[in-house]
């Protein structure tokens, strides 16, 4: 089993910056990758970014430029550096690690933390 817990929301102008962060405890070892998502009311939640072990990272076009996200193994924690936020970035942001199953990969979700950006 794998826990992660989030913090670094808030409320933020448009145009600021928030970072996030999430710290992983139990079988950390077993961790391949961790992301961060976030859901919009309304909407479906989605992937924002993520890295892998081997630092290999994925960001989605939108929040390309002004989202950054970096890890640190020995503290078992991903970041999200979040800059220039607009209103569109607003939504609870989740943090994920995903381990290797027998037969798929095993999803773990923090409990969520929001960040909302006036205009």
């Known amino acids: 089993q794998v826990q992660l817990v989030e913090s670094g929301g808030g409320l933020v102008q448009s145009g600021g910056s928030l970072r996030l962060s999430c710290v992983a405890s139990g079988r950390t070892f077993s961790i391949y990758l961790m992301a961060w998502y976030r859901q919009a009311p309304g909407r479906q939640r989605e992937l924002v970014a993520s890295?892998?072990?081997?630092?290999?990272?994925n960001v989605t076009d939108s929040v390309k430029g002004r989202f950054t996200i970096s890890r640190d193994t020995g503290e078992n924690t991903a970041l999200l550096q979040m800059n220039s936020l607009k209103p569109e970035d607003t939504g609870v942001y989740y943090c994920?690690?995903?381990?290797?199953?027998?037969?798929?990969?095993?999803?773990?979700w923090g409990q969520g933390t929001q960040v909302t950006v006036s205009s």
């Open positions: 994920n690690a995903q381990t290797r199953g027998w037969t798929a990969p095993i999803d773990y």
């Open positions: 890295i892998t072990n081997r630092n290999e990272v």
